[in-house]
């Protein structure tokens, strides 16, 4: 079945202890992606990759990095998380090649930072 | 990032037509999405517009006019499945996707 998959679903964690939430697809995409959703502002985009070890700046990159050294996976890390990183992250990877270039999402994870 | 402005909630009744617009600014416009996301669930694909006019999918419509930077998600025979927060987002050049706040839809009995 094709999928995108994150892991955990859930977290919480304390302020400053590093963290990693993965991102895995089994489509062959070659662009993912991580977005952050809020109430209120809707889903923002932390990093985009557009293929193997190359990553770009969405509109909210502060605090958190991400790698992508091979196709099917997208961790993203939060090296010293902070309570207004508390979030429902989105993972979400698409073809890159058509026009439509849908986009297919995992299922979050909620993350709470105390 | 993008400016995109949605009405924050509508309500309609089970079998009627509601419309979602959708207002958007950006310098590199290369195709405008509509997304569906049910509470607690990942959004999933609704509609695509990149050239001007409709695109109709069974009950679910999406219009796009560049010129004016205006979309509209029309959803026709509403069922109470439908209820659910609407996305719209704009995609500029090749890779960056921006979303709107969603517009939640109440659909009632």
């Known amino acids: 079945e094709a999928q995108v998959t994150q892991n955990p679903r859930y977290l919480i964690t304390v302020t400053g202890k590093k963290l990693t939430v993965t991102c895995s697809q089994n489509?062959?995409?070659?662009?993912m992606s991580w977005y952050r959703q809020d109430p209120g502002l809707g889903l923002r985009q932390i990093y985009y990759?557009?293929?193997?070890?190359?990553?770009d700046k969405g509109d909210v990159p502060e605090g958190y990095k991400v790698s992508r050294k091979e196709k099917r996976n997208f961790p993203l890390i939060l090296e010293s998380p902070s309570p207004n990183q508390t979030s429902l992250y989105f993972c979400?990877?698409?073809?890159?090649?058509?026009?439509?270039?849908?986009?297919?999402f995992g299922p979050g994870t909620r993350l709470t930072v105390l | 990032g993008q400016n995109i402005d949605q009405p924050t909630e509508m309500t309609a009744t089970e079998g009627a037509i509601v419309q979602i617009n959708c207002t958007y600014q950006?310098?590199?416009?290369?195709?405008l999405f509509w997304y569906q996301q049910h509470a607690g669930e990942a959004p999933t694909f609704l509609s695509y517009?990149?050239?001007?006019g409709l695109e109709e999918k069974g009950r679910f419509s999406s219009f796009l006019s560049r010129s004016k930077g205006y979309s509209y998600l029309l959803l026709k025979e509403l069922q109470m499945k439908d209820s659910a927060s609407y996305l719209c987002a704009v995609r500029d050049g090749d890779y960056k996707l921006s979303f709107g706040a969603g517009t939640t839809v109440t659909v009632r009995a």
């Open positions: 990759s557009m293929n193997v070890e190359v990553t």
């Open positions: 950006t310098s590199g416009f290369n195709g």
């Open positions: 489509m062959n995409h070659e662009y």
């Open positions: 517009n990149v050239l001007d």
């Open positions: 979400a990877s698409s073809d890159g090649t058509s026009g439509t270039d849908t986009q297919y």
